[in-house]
């Protein structure tokens, strides 16, 4: 199923796509990181697979999120890019955009549509807001030094 999230940050895409594009890096490096992903009072611990870096200059990069459990199996994988999109000089936005594979072929795609409906996008949203959250953070942080 395709997938286009937003989340507005209060600072230039300028100064945000750096940060964003570092963050990335690192979690490269450590793929099985500190990262989760909640829906239904049940939280999954994933992986974030980050690819190659995309825009020019650099905005983000391609990512894949991945269910890392015993349930693996049981959960969708989401694979897009993670970018900042500049509105105007003192904002952006995160866009979060690709699709999402449904586990259990075509009995899973009727669950998503009928009784997990909004599942998966409530639970990409929120990763999406965490990020934003951090990355704001980051600017801010390295605005007042």
Same mark, same amino acid.
């Given at each position: 199923? !395709?997938?286009q999230?937003?989340?507005a940050?209060?600072?230039?895409?300028?100064?945000?796509?750096?940060?964003?594009v570092?963050?990335?890096?690192?979690?490269?490096?450590?793929?099985?990181?500190?990262?989760?992903?909640? =829906?239904?009072?049940? #939280?999954?611990?994933?992986?974030?697979?980050? *690819?190659?870096?995309? /825009?020019e &200059?650099?905005?983000?990069?391609?990512? $894949?999120?991945?269910?890392?459990? /015993? #349930?693996?199996?049981?959960? &969708?994988v989401?694979?897009? $890019?993670?970018?900042?999109?500049?509105?105007?000089?003192? =904002? =952006? +936005?995160?866009?979060?955009?690709g699709t999402? +594979?449904?586990?259990? *072929?075509?009995? *899973?795609?009727?669950?998503?549509?009928?009784?997990?409906? *909004?599942?998966a !996008? +409530?639970?990409?949203? #929120?990763?999406?807001?965490?990020?934003?959250?951090e990355?704001?953070?980051?600017?801010l942080?390295?605005?007042?030094?």
């Open positions: 199923m !395709k997938i999230l937003f989340e940050i209060a600072s230039g895409a300028a100064f945000v796509a750096p940060i964003l570092a963050r990335l890096t690192r979690i490269h490096a450590d793929p099985l990181g500190p990262n989760a992903l909640t =829906s239904f009072g049940v #939280t999954v611990q994933i992986a974030i697979v980050v *690819g190659a870096i995309v /825009g &200059p650099p905005d983000g990069a391609q990512v $894949t999120l991945r269910a890392q459990s /015993g #349930t693996a199996a049981m959960f &969708p989401f694979e897009g $890019t993670l970018r900042v999109v500049p509105i105007d000089t003192f =904002s =952006s +936005r995160l866009v979060l955009a999402y +594979r449904v586990p259990l *072929g075509a009995l *899973g795609e009727v669950a998503d549509r009928t009784l997990l409906a *909004g599942t !996008k +409530r639970s990409l949203q #929120t990763f999406l807001s965490e990020a934003r959250d990355i704001a953070a980051a600017v942080q390295s605005a007042m030094r």
